[in-house]
């Protein structure tokens, strides 16, 4: 088992411009080094998550532990906090919303839920929403300090694949990831469908991905993947959250072409990977499995596989 730092180097006092006016007052001499969530409930107290624990927000602006002490949310933050993420115009993110989430500046994405609006079976918007939960994105340089010599050897990127229930860190590890293959000269492609592992702004990243990486961000993961493969060179092609039968495609193809892949995936074992049958195939493409989780705080390496 391996242990990684979990010192978090957020930038995140950026968050509070995404906060409504109403909660934002309470909370500007609250430390928010650490934070990996916010979630705003309607009728329910504003909830802080940092790695040791869940606190809530008084009015004095301090944290409390104690949830009936705790400033609630009313209907009006969470329409201001959607008006201020879509910059006053819903339906021009209607795409993303319908998908659960909205991703902002910074690569930090809301999570939104409430009721689905249903049309020819498939979710085309989510309205009433009662609940959003800031996930907020960070860069921890060397967290993947303890796995990067298990995918990569004399031969070069080994396909790797990182396997982690949300909120233990896998964007995180997999940005460090791709920062430390780039500087070691290595052509990386990232396929960023939800604009959260560059988090690109007017063309350049939020995060120090290294110097020979090219980023592919807001297309479908399979689609960007091969198209990364015709055109960039790369050596090896990145890639957060697969799961489509249309993913485990692409991965054969790029794996048969001689250029690596890491990839990332939900899940809290490879056993539970291998109980979708979608799934098991694809395990067939990959050298080296990493399991994450939080038992020990967040990035924790529970098992690095390279037989299963």
């Known amino acids: 088992m391996y242990i990684v730092n979990n010192e978090l180097q957020l930038s995140s006092r950026g968050i509070l411009n995404f906060m409504p006016k109403g909660l934002r007052r309470y909370m500007y001499n609250i430390d928010l080094s650490g934070v990996s969530e916010i979630h705003l409930r309607l009728s329910k107290p504003m909830c802080i998550e940092y790695g040791d624990g869940r606190f809530y927000v008084n009015e004095k602006g301090n944290l409390t532990v104690m949830p009936n002490c705790g400033v609630r949310v009313t209907r009006k933050h969470i329409d201001e906090a959607i008006e201020i993420a879509t ?16 991703t902002i500046e910074g690569g930090h994405r809301i999570g939104i839920t409430g009721m689905g609006v249903i049309k020819e079976d498939k979710v085309s918007f989510i309205k009433n929403i009662s609940a959003l939960n800031y996930r907020l994105a960070c860069e921890v340089k060397g967290c993947s300090d303890g796995i990067i010599d298990k995918i990569e050897d004399e031969n070069g990127v080994k396909n790797t694949l990182i396997i982690s229930p949300p909120g233990a860190g896998k964007t995180t590890m997999l940005r460090d990831i791709v920062r430390q293959l780039s500087y070691k000269s290595y052509n990386v492609s990232v396929v ?3 604009c959260e592992i560059a988090a690109m702004n007017e063309g350049k990243s939020s995060f120090d991905l290294g110097f020979s990486t090219d980023v592919m961000e807001g297309v479908d993961k399979a689609e960007g993947m091969l198209m990364v493969l015709r055109s960039m060179s790369p050596d090896v092609i990145v890639t957060d959250e697969i799961g489509k039968s249309e993913d485990v495609d692409a991965i054969e193809k790029i794996t048969n072409s001689g250029a690596a892949v890491i990839a990332t995936i939900h899940g809290r074992s490879i056993d539970m990977v291998k109980r979708r049958p979608d799934l098991k195939r694809m395990l067939s493409f990959f050298d080296v499995v990493i399991t994450l989780s939080r038992r020990k705080g967040v990035g924790t390496v529970e098992e690095v596989l390279e037989q299963w």
């Not at 910059?87 to 909205?102: A, R, T």
């Open 87 to 102: 910059s006053s115009s819903v339906y021009s993110m209607q795409e993303e919303i319908k998908n659960g989430f909205i």
């Open 192 to 194: 960023d469908e939800r």
